[in-house]
């Protein structure tokens, strides 16, 4: 390939298309009530956070800033959550104060029931397994939009069947 046809494909991959219009729905503040499992069988650990989004790169990634509790201590995350157009799907990159490590999720946007599912492989920490492949939806997000009088309302369920 030579240099005019590498940049003519660099630049068909950088276009925004539909599916980065998904991610301006989600610019803005959120109010979260979460729900997280870390076992199949076991009761969930609830907390509640907020966030706020902005478009960045010129509307090519979204970045979530998190605070919140989790555990009863203070919680603050980041997210980058953008859409590949190499690859054809969602990829984020999430990052948190209770963790020195970072979760990179990839996944699809349903229309039809309005739903962003991301998928991804994580480090068990007690018993030192890395890329441990989860068998199960990490990150479901439903995106409804009502009128204006009731605004945007988006609810994550984070969980996992991997056994920890």
Not at 25 to 46: F, H, I, N, R, S
Not at 135 to 155: C, N
């Amino acid at each position: 390939m030579n240099d005019a046809e590498m940049m003519k494909q660099m630049m068909a991959l950088s276009k925004l298309n539909e599916n980065h219009k998904l991610l301006a729905q989600l610019a803005g503040t959120w109010k979260y009530d979460v729900k997280m499992w870390m076992a199949p069988d076991a009761p969930p650990m609830e907390s509640t956070a907020t966030s706020e989004s902005e478009l960045e790169m010129g509307g090519r990634w979204l970045e979530e800033e998190f605070t919140g509790t989790m555990w009863g201590m203070p919680f603050e995350g980041t997210n980058l959550l953008g859409y590949d157009n190499f690859r054809n799907e969602y990829v984020s990159i999430w990052r948190d104060n209770l963790s020195t490590s970072a979760m990179i999720s990839r996944g699809t946007y349903d229309p039809a029931t309005k739903t962003l599912t991301m998928t991804a492989t994580v480090d068990d920490f007690m018993t030192g397994a890395r890329d441990v492949p989860v068998r199960q939806v990490l990150i479901e997000a439903r995106i409804v939009i009502a009128d204006d009088k009731w605004g945007r309302q988006l609810g994550a369920r984070f969980g996992t069947q991997s056994a920890f």
